[in-house]
């Protein structure tokens, strides 16, 4: 009989071939799974390998957060990093503040007050395309950082909807699922006609 497939085998697998790392694509069951509690399988070295193969690929990509099921490892890990760069109309609007790089481990969240924020949202694994999400403005987030340590904080405006974003990717849920389907717009389209950050003219054009 052999033994089980542990973690530690799939994450050595898995960072064998060196990152950036493949990016599970929409359609992929891995994306609809939900992923497992982590609960320190993994040696520390071979955590922070992992964690760095996150990072590069989520950079390259570019992207402002990676959860493990987008490469493909069922394990409640994220990891964000927003530069943000230099404020301007739109990342005033949409409360879009510079994020140090950071992971979020066995990550849940709730929303706080009942205010609202509705943007377009895209994501690694549906290139190509956005959608407009309402997602609360501010959220309690709490879980654990890499080290274990107990995280339990309000995270508000852009970031809070990347906390979210990725948490749901745990769940097995895609931004897909929450999104206005009539605002679905091709990146293209995207930069041709919704520059502006506010969502109001492309949902009344729109229909949603
Ligand atoms: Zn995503």
Request: glycine fraction near 8%; include cysteine.
């Amino acid at each position: 009989m052999s033994s089980p497939v542990t973690l530690i085998d799939r994450v050595e697998a898995l960072l064998a071939p060196g990152a950036p790392l493949p990016l599970v694509l929409a359609g992929d069951p891995a994306l609809r799974r939900p992923a497992d509690p982590y609960d320190g399988e993994l040696p520390p070295a071979l955590l922070a390998d992992l964690l760095a193969a996150m990072r590069v690929t989520m950079r390259e990509a570019p992207g402002v957060g990676l959860a493990a099921p987008q490469i493909g490892l069922g394990v409640r890990i994220a990891v964000i990093e927003d530069p943000s760069p230099l404020p301007t109309e739109a990342s005033l609007v949409r409360d879009r503040r510079p994020v140090p790089f950071r992971v979020i481990v066995n990550p849940r969240y709730e929303a706080v007050g009942d205010v609202a924020a509705e943007f377009y949202e895209g994501c690694l694994s549906v290139p190509g395309y956005q959608a407009v999400v309402r997602r609360a403005l501010t959220v309690r987030l709490r879980g654990q950082d890499e080290t274990g340590a107990e995280l339990d904080e309000e995270v508000r405006g852009w970031p809070a909807r990347i906390v979210a974003h990725e948490t749901d990717h745990l769940d097995g849920t895609l931004y897909l699922d929450r999104a206005y389907t009539r605002s679905l717009a091709s990146t293209q389209v995207l930069q041709e006609h919704w520059t502006r950050p506010d969502v109001g003219l492309s949902r009344e054009l729109l229909g949603f």
